[in-house]
Structures are given as C-alpha cells and as structure tokens.
C-alpha cells in the first residue's frame, strides 16, 4: 500500500513538471526577421556565359618606308597614348620622306589637270562651230580622263604618309617609335577599337531553343564591375543543334555607352525570357516544403501562421506567389526554421 502511494505522488510530480515545461516552451518567444510585402518586378532568366568583343577594330600601318612623327591629340594638346579616343579623321601619325613626296609629283599633276581642262573647253567651243572634227575632241576628253586619274592617284599616294583613323574607337596597342626613325613599310602604327557596341558568341543548352527568341533583352555583368549591369540583346540564333554539345549558337550585341566593359573580358549574361510587374515577390529560400505543398510563415499579432502558396515566375533568388499572400503581409525570412503554426514570435531586426 506504501508503494501505491508512493508511485501515485511521483506520478502527479512528473505530470506537474511537464505542465510547467509545457507552459514554459508556450511563453517562449522566437526571434524572428519579417519582410513587408510590396508589389514589384520579377525577370526569367536564363544564364550563359561569354568574351565580349568590340564590334569595329583596325590596326593601321605603314604602307611605305618613311620618317615617323606621332602627332598631337587635339583634344588633350599631348601626344596619342594607348586609351585615348579618337574620332574618324584624327590624325595619328605623319610619314616624311622628301624622295618619295617628289616623286608623287603631286603639283604637277595638278597644274596637266587645269591644262587638260581648260584645253577640253577649247575643244568643246571649237566643236560646236566646226573648227575641229569629233576626233580631236574625243582626244581632248581622253587627255582630260588621264589627268583626273593622275591627279587622284598622286592624291592616294601623297595619303600614304598620313596615318588617318578611319572610325571612332580607342586606342588599344601604339608601338613606341623614337620620332623621326626610319620605319619599314608593314609596320604598326596603332591599333584602333571600337567597343561602344560590342558583341559575343554564346552556347546554349538545346532545352532553351524555344524559349530564347531574337530582340530579348540581355543584362551583362563582369567581376571588375560588380555593381553596374550593362545591357544588350539577342541578336541572332542558330537553328542547328551541335551533336557533341548538346547546344545551340547564339549572337548577343552589347551597348556599352560607357566604356564599361573591356575588348576581351569575360561576361556573365542574363538573357530575360519572362518578366511581370507590379506581383508579389518573396525570397526563394524561405519557402518549406510540406507533405500539403509550398509554404511559409506570416506574422499576425504576435504569432507566426503557416500559408500554403503557389507560385509562378522565378529565378535564382526571388519567386513569384501567385496565390497564399497579400500585398502589405509580414513574411518572415529569418528564423523561420524552427518556427510551427501559431508559435509566438519577436520581431528582430
């Protein structure tokens, strides 16, 4: 009978000790982070990597043997130096070889021009009151042809010792030539980019050649900029599969106002499939997945309440909730993991 009684007493402690655990735990509240929700933007993409190339690039050299002279960049009043952006027509260089400018004879291909001209007019006038026959006037118009063709080639030969660029760029490689040296036809002079618009190759998955469609806008990001996005879109794509890869060929031309990309660097490229405005967007990583679907906590006076979700668009960070939340609910996105329905919470920052 002792022992009965003994067992019921420790019995009734256990039982008060649990209820007082119990109460405990109920009293305890979790430490929770909660985010208001506000409608906004949420993109598809689809990532790939790539080079970026300039779009337009020349290197000049020099078409004749020659004395070499770097000229001055008007725009900064010192000599070209590798960086600096220079404009259709900007003179780079002079070549001076007195030999060589007198042998063009450029001013006396001028002067048989004029004489040839005005000799052709003669003829004209003769011609019409029959003072020569048709055959010396054809003669006339022949010696004329010539000239003009003297004239324009002296002209080209005489632009050999102007190293002129021919579109706008930056100057990516000039070769040091003391001033005055003797330089040998062939060589470089300089080389001229033009990286304002770029453009790059790029291999995608063959799953995605329904998806990826030319004019979809591209967002571009390198390592050395990690906070500005250049843009750009898809240009072309290949129709063909490659049988060993498994990909397709695609064109992306890039718009870099800004010179932020480089000729060469390696790109990281968003290309944008999908995109809705103004929809409820939550972290992707919040959301639990139960035995009933996607869920994930809100917070209601205080306690935490469990919603199931569906979902639309997503990407690699954010997801679309398309049923399950409201625009201005407090979704909690830390410290949900140890959180259950109707648990008490405090809202930390």
Not at 9 to 25: E, F
Not at 184 to 207: F, H, N, R, W
Not at 215 to 226: A, M
């Amino acid at each position: 009978m002792k022992n009965l009684v003994l067992a019921v007493v420790l019995a009734l402690a256990l039982a008060s000790c649990r209820n007082q655990d119990q109460n405990l735990t109920a009293d305890v509240e979790i430490p929770v982070s909660v985010q208001d929700i506000s409608l906004k933007p949420i993109e598809e993409f689809i990532n790939t990597t790539g080079t970026a190339f300039p779009k337009g690039q020349i290197e000049l050299k020099s078409k004749i043997s020659a004395n070499y002279y770097l000229e001055i960049n008007p725009q900064t009043g010192k000599p070209w130096k590798m960086g600096d952006k220079v404009r259709t027509g900007d003179l780079i260089a002079r070549l001076e070889d007195r030999e060589y400018v007198i042998g063009v004879k450029l001013e006396t291909t001028q002067l048989n021009l004029e004489l040839a001209e005005s000799e052709l007019k003669k003829q004209e006038s003769l011609y019409e009151k029959g003072g020569v026959t048709l055959k010396e006037l054809k003669t006339a118009s022949i010696e004329y042809e010539n000239a003009k063709t003297n004239l324009e080639s002296a002209k080209l030969q005489m632009a050999k010792t102007r190293i002129i660029s021919p579109i706008n760029g930056v100057i990516v490689d000039l070769p040091y030539y003391t001033p005055g040296t003797q330089i040998e036809t062939g060589s470089s002079i300089a080389k001229i980019m033009d990286y304002q618009t770029m453009y790059m190759e790029v291999q995608l998955p063959e799953k995605y050649i329904s998806v990826i469609k030319p004019g979809q806008d591209v967002r571009l990001t390198n390592y050395t900029i990690p906070e500005d996005t250049v843009m750009g879109h898809v240009t072309q794509l290949s129709p063909a599969i490659d049988a060993d890869s498994r990909t397709f060929k695609g064109n992306v031309e890039i718009s870099n106002t800004n010179y932020l990309l480089r000729p060469g660097m390696f790109v990281k490229a968003d290309i944008v499939t999908n995109r809705k405005d103004s929809v409820i967007v939550i972290p992707k990583n919040i959301i639990l997945s139960r035995q009933r679907g996607k869920t994930v906590f809100i917070v209601q006076r205080g306690l935490a309440e469990e919603r199931i979700i569906e979902t639309g668009l997503e990407n690699l960070t954010d997801v679309e909730v398309t049923r399950g939340l409201m625009k201005n609910d407090r979704v909690v996105i830390s410290g949900y993991e140890t959180l259950s329905n109707r648990s008490k919470v405090k809202i930390v920052m």
